[in-house]
């Protein structure tokens, strides 16, 4: 938690915030069935699955800044 708190503040990179979800709207079959499968799978060992998913929402920020830098340096050398 400490990690996620420092890269959050301290950082330039950018993670997903779910402020933005649009709750009221109609919602594809397949997000459903990814809700209920996941809220099955915390249910059979909550501590572990919370704790992985909570390691992979801290390492995605990272590899998604790695990847924005990537795509940034290839547009700006195409542009070249």
Known sequence: MIAAGVLMV???IRYP???DLKLGQRVPFRYVLAMVLLILLIS????HVLFGL???YIIYGPI???RDMRKARAAALGKS
């Open 54 to 56: 909570f390691m992979i």
């Open 10 to 12: 301290s950082s330039k």
């Open 17 to 19: 915030s779910f402020k």
């Open 64 to 66: 998604a800044a790695v």
């Open 44 to 47: 059979f060992d909550p501590p």
